[in-house]
């Protein structure tokens, strides 16, 4: 059952029993008959004993299910942004370029850049090929290998 | 030193998945606000 609401006519000031949704509507009145501009929801009194004025605020009632996934979500997304923004900072800084993590690489590709090709030649056998099989290496192999026969 | 780099690329994964997390984190608030009114 919607709320009843009371309000009084405004030609013979007897008063009427109106449902909500009649509200800020011209409504005709129950004991004169003429047309009358009801107030709106705020200014009229409700009825004692109908349903309390407030049971559209039911519709908005906390749900268990809906408070548990935001309450999950926003930590998840809290922790995830916070802790990620500083994982991903020290991971950074680690792999960064130029940085102390990477300064043996930065000096190995100086010293590779510095080389003469036969000074590269001569890492390519022996940083590149299989040590354990340079001794045996015959020149068949090794032209297999880069195939050049 | 190339362990410290090793590190960091393993650190830069797990901060992929720390932020994966927080897109789980905004999907779950989304759904939150998408389920139908009971």
């Known amino acids: 059952m ?5 309000f009084h006519c405004n030609h013979c000031n007897k008063e009427n029993i109106v449902p909500g949704r009649s509200a800020g509507q011209e409504r005709e009145c129950e004991h004169c008959g003429k ?6 929801l705020r200014d009229l009194k409700p009825v004692e004993g109908s349903e309390p004025s407030s049971s559209p605020r039911q519709q908005h009632a906390k749900s268990k299910t809906k408070s548990l996934l935001f309450v999950i979500g926003f930590s998840m997304l809290t922790i995830g942004l916070v802790a990620g923004w500083l994982v991903y900072n020290y991971a950074a800084e680690k ?3 130029g940085s102390a993590a990477t300064a043996s690489f930065d000096q190995d590709e100086n010293t590779i850049r510095q080389m003469t090709p036969a000074q590269l030649w001569n890492l390519w056998n022996v940083e590149f090929l299989p040590n354990e099989k340079l001794p045996e290496w015959t020149q068949a192999e090794w032209n297999g290998s880069m195939k050049l026969a | 030193m190339e362990r410290i780099y090793e590190v960091g690329l393993i650190m830069q994964n797990v901060a992929y998945g720390l932020f994966g997390l927080a897109g789980l984190g905004i ?7 998408l389920l139908p009114k009971s």
């Not at chain 1, 047309?35 to 709106?40: A, E, Y």
């Not at chain 2, 999907?27 to 606000?33: C, E, G, K, N, V």
């Open chain 1, 2 to 6: 919607a709320a009843q609401f009371r």
């Open chain 1, 35 to 40: 047309m009358d501009l009801v107030p709106k």
């Open chain 1, 95 to 97: 792999v960064a370029y």
């Open chain 2, 27 to 33: 999907l779950s608030i989304a759904s939150a606000f």
